[in-house]
């Protein structure tokens, strides 16, 4: 491979020189390479070739037991002043972060190869995408890079001898969960990860670059980098428009992008095309309108629960050329996870590598699991029945619609939209969801996760709302994406769900667009504008009687401790919050009031 920058050069030298590996490999992501690497991998156990009759191009891969999520304790904004990085994210000084991680990674690599992978986000050459370069010793992450992001020459050769990339450094070095770090460097474009062999902690590319490392960028750079889906949806006459989603964990966001139609509109002939189910960048482009693209070339999927009633579209695409990580593994290298729709394969070894048969429990009585709950499939995209033909396109998708969602037993509608573009910035930076017994914490309790980026602003939150707003006025009013807020998870008295969801989740999808081109009207409440009974296309759908009222009932007494708490959300960011957020809350206290006066 050629190397032509003189910059990544002295870098990859400076790295080896500290890290001390056997021997440097420039990743150029060839077949035969992939081969090479992971034949090597089967060797050595980092990789388990599975049932190719079964699986094709299939491995499975084990982290450590004590590093099987994002750690979000060790992970860490490195900003000269503490305040720049707010108070929604842990902060260290250049310097002691650097010292830090210096002294992991001094002779780290000993015994090791290096592998180097010039990666691009986004379509190579696309004035949205970024390039990074990531150091790493591990073939794990070199096979996940390399289906996550486009990896290889043609990303060397559009960074030519001067350009501009993002440093990513990671190493397992001694796992040691007491030193691990992952490290941001806003000011200087960097990324340290250190003692993590888990996707979320050392794809570098994800969350670290498109998220935390962009969001940065974005805000100096006047765009966007969002936790978002960006999905299409194309009607019967052959209109295809597009929308942006934000929703926390456990919302449903993977199975939204990936929705299959209901029967009945499918033979009308709706469909989806999935652009992304994670990320979205978005810039407003000369039509004073905002567009977007996925950075990712990948899925980077929960396995848990996914099977082909909530996401065929998801079974479809990781039954070929996939990395599944942390899920039960059979003798006959076949896999399994909970929910999947299989029977588990015998004999079996649960993600820890214990034998392992369904229905087992431990010493206190509780089930054991096959797979661990946070396990993961890593498929290309291009894989997926639902991709969007215009994914790779350097312009992206023009966005009509950006929603945000939570979980919400009673006090949210099935949809809502915001009265403007502020007002749509305040139902962002207000979203919540409620825990679920599957989550760590007291059922019910509530999340704040502003955009769903809570964890991934790399920077201060109250700066980041300001940066919203500012978009906003930017844009040419016409070409606004409406704002709208969705709740899947509304449930009756006793605790069954309202909405049936899924697939059906396209019927409120379909009024979403219609109200974006002014088609249909909307009753006005406190909160924002909601559907007439009439406007939610309930054709084919076997509802009870009173599930639609329940759907929509605004109750007084529950917003009303719901602004008592958003109060006390905004507290936290003094005076950097925007006024513009203060009287946003003030607007909506006033208009409970006069609905209460009503009543």
């Known amino acids: 491979m050629k190397i032509i ?36 991998a089967f060797s050595t156990g980092e990789l388990v070739k599975l049932d190719q009759e079964k699986w094709p191009g299939c491995v499975y891969h084990r982290t450590h037991p004590k590093d099987v999520a994002r750690t979000e304790d060790t992970t860490f904004i490195c900003t000269t002043l503490k305040e720049d990085a707010g108070p ?11 010292r830090k991680a210096d002294e992991i990674l001094k002779g780290s690599m000993k015994g090791k190869t290096m592998y180097v992978i010039p990666f691009s986000m986004g379509p190579v050459g696309s004035p949205f995408s970024k390039i990074g370069i990531e150091i790493t010793d591990s073939i794990y992450v070199v096979r996940n890079m390399c289906i996550m992001t486009i990896v290889g020459e043609e990303v060397l050769n559009e960074l030519d001898a001067n350009g501009i990339f993002t440093k990513c450094l990671h190493s397992k070095a001694s796992l040691d969960p007491k030193r691990r770090l992952i490290l941001h460097f806003p000011e200087d474009n960097t990324i340290i990860s250190v003692n993590s062999g888990y996707g979320g902690n050392v794809l570098l590319g994800k969350k670290c670059l498109a998220l935390r490392i962009a969001s940065h960028h974005a ?16 009607e019967p006459n052959g209109r295809i428009q597009y929308l942006a989603g934000a929703f926390p964990s456990a919302c449903g966001k993977t199975n939204l992008a990936m929705l299959v139609p209901p029967k009945g509109l499918q033979n009308k002939g709706y469909r989806i095309w999935t652009v992304g189910d994670d990320i979205g960048w978005m810039r407003i482009d000369t039509d004073g309108g905002l ?55 015998q004999p079996a070894w649960d993600w820890k590598g214990q034998p392992w048969s369904q229905g087992m429990k431990d010493e206190g009585g509780s089930i054991i699991v096959g797979a661990h709950p946070n396990s993961r499939f890593t498929s290309s995209i291009s894989q997926n029945p639902s991709s969007s033909f215009r994914r790779e396109h350097h312009h992206g998708v023009q966005v009509s619609a950006i929603l945000f969602g939570g979980r919400r037993a009673r ?10 573009w502020s007002h749509g910035v305040f139902m962002g930076a207000i979203m919540a969801s409620e825990r679920t017994a599957a989550q760590y914490g007291a059922i019910g309790e509530v999340r704040r996760d502003p955009m ?26 016409k070409m606004r994406p409406r704002i709208f807020h969705v709740n899947w998870f509304r449930t009756d008295e006793n605790g069954g769900y309202l909405w049936p969801g899924f ?10 667009l219609a109200r974006c081109r002014g088609e249909v009207d909307a009753i006005s409440t406190p909160i924002g504008y909601i559907p007439r009974p009439e406007d939610i296309n309930l054709e084919g759908l076997d509802l009870p009687q009173n599930n639609m009222e329940k759907l929509f009932k605004i109750n007084h007494d529950d917003w009303h401790e719901e602004a008592n708490q958003i109060e006390q959300f905004f507290k936290q960011f003094g005076d950097r919050l925007p006024t513009e957020m203060w009287a946003q809350l003030e607007g909506l206290r006033r208009r409970l009031d006069v609905m209460e006066e009503k009543q």
């Open 5 to 40: 920058h003189q910059g990544a050069l002295e870098w990859v030298e400076e790295v080896a020189k500290k890290c001390q590996p056997n021997e440097v490999v420039w990743i150029e992501n060839s077949e035969e390479e992939k081969k090479r690497l992971e034949e090597e």
């Open 88 to 98: 929604n994210n842990n902060w260290m000084s250049p310097l002691t972060a650097y």
């Open 219 to 234: 805000r100096n750079e006047g765009w966007m980098a969002e936790h978002m889906l960006v999905m299409g949806i194309e």
């Open 291 to 345: 567009w977007a693209i996925n950075p990712e070339s990948g899925f980077f999927g929960v396995l848990p629960g996914t099977n082909k009633k909530t996401n065929p579209n998801a079974m479809a695409t990781m039954r070929k050329n996939t990395i599944f990580t942390n899920a039960a593994l059979g003798e006959n290298a076949d896999i399994w996870w909970e929910d999947c729709g299989w029977e588990p394969p």
């Open 411 to 420: 006090l949210a509608p099935l949809v809502c939209e915001a009265f403007n």
């Open 452 to 477: 769903a980026m809570l964890p991934f602003c790399g920077y201060n939150m109250a700066d980041y709302f300001e940066h919203w707003l500012r978009i906003g006025v930017r844009m040419r009013r």
């Open 503 to 512: 697939g059906e989740n396209l019927r409120v999808l379909e009024w979403i």
